[in-house]
């Protein structure tokens, strides 16, 4: 069954760095996402993405934050400048075309990245 | 604004029936779905429904929705020590791409 990947599993940095957490959305799918989850709280909304562009996104998808889609596999969000408070599980998730069948919208996640900063 | 509230907690016997709750607010919902996380791991998309639906059955799974309460429930049929999880309640608007997640429930299956 196909499914979405992502790498690192864990990936410590010190704060101010920047940080790229990569992911291989299911290859037949055109939606992704990123949603994050700081230990103890719920899964957060950052972002979605669809045709090279951000089609939606959460406040707390600010400037620091940026996604990329940098070849025809890859999806990948980036940190430039890490705080102490992104210290969380980053989840990405990827969905089939919304043509109005109900399974292509759902979202299907990959097993998380967890990023610490120190 | 959504929101989503689950009990944090529920805990029962092997064998026996489990049924975790949600609420959610926005009667917009479109999609409500129901993702289990086991230690360590992502988040496993189990079932989802229609909100034009009341009822789903997906093998030991059922979901049964009521719209007038903005209550969702899941019942696992006999419950497996490997049930044992956090199970997340979610909704996703019509017209939005972005899932609002419940906090999840700890299902504890006692042997």
């Known amino acids: 069954e196909p499914e979405v990947t992502q790498t690192p599993s864990h990936q410590v940095t010190q704060m101010g760095q920047e940080v790229i957490l990569r992911c291989v959305p299911i290859?037949?799918?055109?939606?992704f996402y990123w949603y994050r989850q700081i230990l103890g709280q719920k899964v957060e909304f950052l972002v979605s993405f669809y045709n090279n562009e951000i089609s939606e996104k959460s406040e707390i998808f600010d400037d620091q934050f940026s996604v990329e889609r940098p070849d025809g596999s890859n999806f990948t969000l980036k940190i430039r400048s890490t705080k102490l408070e992104d210290s969380a599980m980053y989840f990405c998730a990827s969905s089939a075309w919304r043509g109005g069948a109900e399974v292509a919208d759902t979202q299907y996640f990959g097993p998380g990245t967890r990023l610490t900063v120190l | 604004g959504e929101d989503v509230e689950q009990s944090l907690f529920l805990s029962v016997r092997e064998g026996d029936s489990s049924v975790i709750n949600c609420t959610y607010t926005d009667s917009s919902s479109t999609y409500l779905y129901w993702y289990k996380q086991e230690p360590g791991a992502g988040l496993q998309l189990l079932t989802y429904?229609?909100?034009?639906?009341d009822m789903k059955q997906d093998q030991r799974l059922t979901v049964l929705l009521n719209k007038k309460d903005k209550h969702l429930s899941l019942r696992i049929a006999d419950t497996q020590t490997g049930d044992s999880a956090i199970y997340f309640c979610?909704?996703?608007?019509?017209?939005?791409?972005?899932?609002?997640f419940g906090t999840g429930t700890k299902l504890q299956v006692i042997p």
């Open positions: 979610a909704e996703r608007l019509g017209g939005y791409q972005k899932v609002t």
């Open positions: 290859s037949n799918h055109l939606y």
């Open positions: 429904i229609f909100s034009n639906m």
